[in-house]
Nanobody, 119 residues
Framework: QVQLVESGGGLVQPGGSLRLSCAAS????????MGWYRQVPGKQREMVAI??????NYADSVKGRFTISRDNAKNTVYLQMNSLKPEDTAVYYCHAYVQTATLRHNNYWGQGTQVTVSL
């Protein structure tokens, strides 16, 4: 079994910053793609940023403001969010595409962390 544990969400004023963290643990052989998605009520979950051996990719709405990074030794991915806007308010979910100890590939999701940008 593989678990993704997120931390770092909260309430911040417009223009402020937050840093999200997500650590993968469990029966892991290797972690391939890791990334962040977000969802607001009534809307589909959308990709925010992903990182893999092929590079990084960002949603147009966050380019220049958010930075994704990764510590492979710790199987941890981070999302530095700067210049936050009210429209960034959402539940943020960590995702990982993992090759488990049994050499199967599976998608895993974190439990979600709330980010609220408001005065």
């Amino acid at each position: 079994q593989v678990q993704l544990v997120e931390s770092g969400g909260g309430l911040v004023q417009p223009g402020g910053s937050l840093r999200l963290s997500c650590a993968a643990s469990g029966s892991i052989f290797s972690v391939n793609t890791m990334g962040w998605y977000r969802q607001v009520p009534g809307k589909q979950r959308e990709m925010v940023a992903i990182t893999s051996s092929g590079g990084t990719n960002y949603a147009d709405s966050v380019k220049g403001r958010f930075t994704i990074s990764r510590d492979n030794a710790k199987n941890t991915v981070y999302l530095q969010m700067n210049s936050l806007k009210p429209e960034d308010t959402a539940v943020y979910y960590c995702h990982a595409y993992v090759q488990t100890a049994t050499l199967r590939h599976n998608n895993y999701w974190g439990q979600g962390t709330q980010v609220t940008v408001s005065l």
